[in-house]
C-alpha cells in the first residue's frame, strides 16, 4: 500500500488544493496497474475540491491521506469544524454545493465521520480500475 500523509501540523501551514492535486498525481505515478479513462481526473477533483471546502468552510485542513487500496484511491481530509458538508444550497436551487456533488459522483463511497476528539473526517473511495470493487 503507498501512502502520503500531508497536514497543517507537519507542514507549518495550511494545505492548499494545490498541494492537494500535486500530492495525488505522484501517489498515482506508483500505481502500476491500469488506470480507467477518468480516474486521474477523479482524483485529482475529489482532492482539490475536499481540500477547498476544508479552507473556505472549516478553517483549513488538519490532515490529507491518500492511499492506493486494492484497486482505489482512498482520500481522507480531516478539518477542525464538525458541521457540514451542507446540501441546502444544492437542494434549493440557490447556486452553492456543486463541488460535493462532483465528490459524490467522482467516488464509489463518500464517509464523513466525526470524531470524539472533533472536527470531521471525509474520505472518498475512487476507482482506478475497470471492475474495482467498491470497498
Not at 484497486?71 to 444544492?90: F, K, R, Y
Request: charged share 20%.
Amino acid at each position: 500500500m503507498a501512502l502520503l500523509r500531508l497536514g497543517d501540523t507537519m507542514r507549518g501551514r495550511p494545505l492548499t488544493a494545490r498541494e492537494a492535486r500535486e500530492a495525488v498525481r505522484s501517489l498515482l505515478r506508483q500505481y502500476t496497474g491500469p488506470l480507467t479513462a477518468t480516474a486521474e481526473q477523479d482524483c485529482v477533483i475529489v482532492a482539490s475540491e475536499l481540500v477547498s471546502n476544508a479552507l473556505a468552510h472549516a478553517g483549513g485542513v488538519t490532515a490529507f491521506i491518500a492511499a492506493l487500496l486494492d484497486g482505489h484511491l482512498e482520500i481522507t481530509v480531516c478539518d477542525a469544524v464538525s458541521a457540514g458538508p451542507d446540501q441546502t444550497d444544492v437542494r434549493a436551487g440557490l447556486g452553492g454545493g456543486h463541488g460535493w456533488k462532483v465528490v459524490n459522483a467522482a467516488c464509489g463511497i463518500v464517509t464523513v465521520t466525526r470524531p470524539r476528539t472533533g472536527g470531521k473526517r471525509i474520505r472518498g473511495h475512487i476507482a482506478l480500475t475497470t471492475g474495482a470493487t467498491p470497498l
